[in-house]
């Protein structure tokens, strides 16, 4: 019987085999995989693009869901990791792993139907403007998913009362109709549509 919990392509798993090889541990969960899939199956010709390859498992979600005309480009900061996804994907002609800063690599590839924002430290504010940025990749109509956001209800006490740029943000500019959903009890994710 296949189930929702069991149903995960060959690709995910080889993904996988390379994050606990690299013991990389923040990999994306099958909870956004899912998600991930869906949102990427609605656009068959899209345009998507990841920033924040790691070893490639919410990468494998999403090519596991391309129709052979959508193209799809991951960008990784890290050269030992970019590499090693690279070699992972090298059999998709429409999947491109590139090293680097995605500042720099993402906009020539720009607009995105579909934005995975799954890398670096800008989810916790130290990075002013990269929000901005990453909204200027897609178009009208652009999907937009951040994922690895830490529930409101369970934020420690010294997280209370504080800003957050992320959510004020993604959940406040008149340019986006956004949610913030629950992906397990413990983790949430904001999608956003561009107006």
């Known amino acids: 019987v296949v189930t929702a919990s069991t149903a995960v392509p060959d690709l995910v798993h080889r993904a996988e085999a390379l994050a606990t090889a690299m013991r990389f541990e923040r990999s994306s969960i099958p909870e956004i995989g899912r998600l991930l899939t869906v949102l990427v199956a609605q ?82 504010g130290d990075v002013p403007g990269e929000s901005e940025q990453a909204l200027a990749l897609v178009p009208s109509g652009g999907i937009v998913v951040i994922d690895d956001l830490t529930p409101e209800a ?14 004020e943000f993604w959940l406040g500019d008149p340019r986006l109709t956004a949610a913030e959903v629950l992906t397990t009890p413990q983790t949430a994710a904001i999608l956003a549509v561009r107006a």
């Open 43 to 124: 656009r068959p010709r899209g345009r998507f693009a990841e920033i924040g390859t790691g070893c490639g498992v919410g990468a494998a979600w999403i090519a596991s869901a391309l129709d052979p005309e959508a193209a799809f480009v991951t960008v990784e900061a890290d050269a030992e990791r970019a590499a090693a996804s690279g070699r992972l994907f090298e059999e998709l002609p429409n999947l491109r792993v590139i090293h680097g800063d995605w500042h720099e690599a993402l906009p020539p590839e720009a607009p995105f139907d579909l934005l995975f924002f799954d890398g670096g430290h800008w989810k916790s």
């Open 154 to 167: 369970l934020w420690p006490e010294e997280w209370r009362g504080r800003p957050d740029p992320v959510r």
